[in-house]
């Protein structure tokens, strides 16, 4: 769930008040980092300050990404991949529903990340998700 909840923040979208109520820091600084009010570098994980880079500065650091599934996501975002490299299936899905416009976000078990993906789909809103952290997020995702 760690996983895909770190994937599913790093590619969504946020206003100024929302990174505040991040509890975690490097999630937090990513979101921080989106709206162009601090750097990837203060972000711990190797993974997510690569795929914060690759994101926010348009660097191609998606291969420096050691874990295959976020590698492979991040790639589909920048459109140099697809997401049928992703061995996770909620994370497949969830790439899917991203970057091909599908309605995958059906496929995924994991009921707090399929209302995410719902509503970032706009098929959905933000109440039904248990986790605060990501409900969070869901509830600061731009209009």
Known sequence: MRLIL???LMFSSYVYASC???????????CKAREGRGG???????D???????ETEGTS???????NDQRNYCKAKQG?????NIKNDDMRNACKAQTEGTSDCGNIR??????????QQGSGGCQNIKDD?????????AP
């Open 48 to 54: 997510q300050r690569n795929a914060c880079k690759a």
């Open 133 to 141: 952290g990501l409900r969070n997020q869901c509830k600061s995702m």
């Open 61 to 67: 650091d998606c291969g420096n990404i050691r874990d």
């Open 110 to 119: 994991d009921n707090d990340q399929r209302n995410y993906c719902k509503a």
């Open 20 to 30: 505040e109520n991040i509890s975690n820091d490097d999630q937090r600084n990513y």
């Open 40 to 46: 990837c570098q203060n972000i711990k994980n190797d």
């Open 6 to 8: 770190a994937v599913m």
């Open 80 to 84: 140099s991949g697809g997401c049928q």
